[in-house]
């Protein structure tokens, strides 16, 4: 699985992005797909996933409310649509493939990674 993640910018405290990841493979269906952020001098960290059929999401707590994960199995297509942005939301993004139709929180539990895309909220 080969990921490529855009949709990233300069955005206005309170404002909204839309994240992109297109996946090729054929198993894009069966995999769960992962949104990840690292800020500077951070860990990575987990912000959302979706398990293959879209049945299962998960959401870190610092996000819930405010972004949405969803998928397009038919485009092989992962988004994040993200409202109310913070400044802390600052970071790279990253889409993730896990190795399973499971979602995890875990970067660990994920096989494939894409390039990421850098959002930047200002105050």
């Known amino acids: 699985v080969q990921l490529q993640a855009s949709g990233g910018g300069l955005v206005q405290a309170g404002g909204s992005l839309r994240l992109s990841c297109a996946a090729s493979g054929r198993t894009f269906s069966s995999v769960g797909m992962g949104w990840f952020r690292q800020a500077p001098g951070k860990e990575r960290e987990f912000v959302a996933a979706i398990s293959g059929n879209g049945g299962s999401i998960n959401y870190a707590d610092s996000v819930k409310g405010r972004f949405t994960i969803s998928r397009d199995n038919a485009k092989n297509m992962v988004y994040l649509q993200m409202h109310s942005l913070k400044p802390e939301d600052t970071a790279v993004y990253y889409c993730?493939?896990?190795?399973?139709?499971?979602?995890?929180?875990?970067?660990?539990?994920?096989?494939?990674w894409g390039q990421g895309t850098q959002v930047t909220v200002s105050s």
């Open positions: 993730a493939a896990s190795f399973d139709d499971l979602i995890w929180t875990a970067t660990s539990r994920y096989a494939y």
